[in-house]
């Protein structure tokens, strides 16, 4: 892989592809995503979608540096999760290494 800058916007495109792949269900994809050394932990004590989500809606997304934030909100059937991930940058791609919930 060739190195990139982290950008805003390279985020952005990667940060809502990584949305629409929660929602279409490709864990294989979503977990691709993700720093190795992040799962399960990452998971632990916060409300992730589990099976169908409807839609979800992107609220936000920030870089500084090698670090980025991405907030969207899932619709599932019975309600809406809230869901805040950070990512890093490795100097070839964005991984997610954490999650936390939000009010939705």
């Keep these: 892989m060739t190195a990139q800058t982290p950008d805003a916007e390279g ?9 629409d792949m929660v929602v ?3 864990l ?3 977990l691709a995503d993700m720093a ?11 409300d992730a ?6 839609s979800a809606d992107v609220v936000s997304v920030s870089v500084d ?4 934030l991405g907030r969207a909100v899932y619709r599932l059937d019975d309600r809406a999760i809230g869901l805040q991930s950070g990512w890093t940058h490795d100097g070839t791609r964005w991984l997610a290494d954490a999650l936390e919930n939000f009010d939705a």
Excluded at 36 to 46: H, I
Excluded at 49 to 54: E, F, H, K, L, Y
């Design 11 to 19: 985020f952005e495109a990667v940060y809502r592809r990584h949305v």
């Design 24 to 26: 279409a269900g490709d």
């Design 28 to 30: 294989k994809g979503v």
């Design 36 to 46: 190795p050394d992040s799962v399960p932990a990452v998971f632990e004590g916060v």
């Design 49 to 54: 979608p589990q099976g169908d989500v409807r």
């Design 65 to 68: 540096g090698t670090r980025a």
